[in-house]
Each structure stands twice: as C-alpha cells, then as structure tokens.
C-alpha cells in the first residue's frame, strides 16, 4: 500500500511535466520514468511499483517507459546512476533505497520531478523544507 503512495505522489507530481497526457497516437513520445535505487534490484520494491501504475492506467512498455538504476549499495555510484538518467529525456524520477538516492537526484537536477521514499523525517534529513510545503521539485512520502 505504501508504494501506491509514492506512486499517487509520484503521478501528481509529474503531472505538470507532462505524464499525465499519455501518449496515444502512433511515434509520439512515451512519458518516461527514471527510477534510482540504492540497493541490488529489488522486486519487492520493483513488483508494488509497477503495480500502482497499472491501476493508474499506466503499463510499463505500452503508454509508460521505466527506466531503472541500481547502486548495489555502492552508494558512490549514485551520482554517476542519476547522470546516465538525466541523459534521457525524463519527465519524473523516483528515488528508493533512502536518503542517499533522493540527496544524489537532488544534487543532479533541479527541473525534473523528484518523488521519494525514505524511512527518515524528510525535513530533518534536508530534502524538504515542510510537509505542507516541500518546495523544489522533490516530494515523496516518509515511512
């Protein structure tokens, strides 16, 4: 349930730039969205995510493209993940895997949508400046 979450944030969030208007006639551009993960690739978070966007309308490789990034806990790498992203034409990122993935796409962009998920007070760790009022352009949920 908490993943749908994210993804009604993530949604909202990217509606401004544009992946709210689905592609629908033949060689136009499919709303694509990058996905960093700290972590090795995670089903458990991969199988919740894609299934919010399939009861949102939205199927990866059909009217939405997803993208994915792993660090493998090489959290080193994550500057470098999101680089290799923001080179194709994204119209949102979604961060797993805590604060580090959210502070790397932060530091990379800040005109691309950003919807996190993190374990951590999102105000305290810096990624926000309120609840009511993220500013920016990262948002998420806390768990």
Known sequence: MRRRALLAIGLGAASGSGLSSVAAAQGATVPLIGFLGSTAPAPEVVAPFLAGLAEAGYRDGRNV??????ANNQLERLPEL????????LDVIVTSGGVPATRAA????????IVF???RD???AG??????RPGGNAT????
């Open 65 to 70: 493209a997803v993208e994915y990034r792993w």
């Open 82 to 89: 999101i680089a290799e992203l923001l080179r194709l034409p």
């Open 106 to 113: 932060m530091a990379a962009t800040s005109s691309v949508p």
């Open 117 to 119: 998920e993190v374990g």
């Open 122 to 124: 999102p105000v305290q």
């Open 127 to 132: 990624l926000v400046a309120s609840f009511s």
């Open 140 to 143: 998420g949920v806390h768990m």
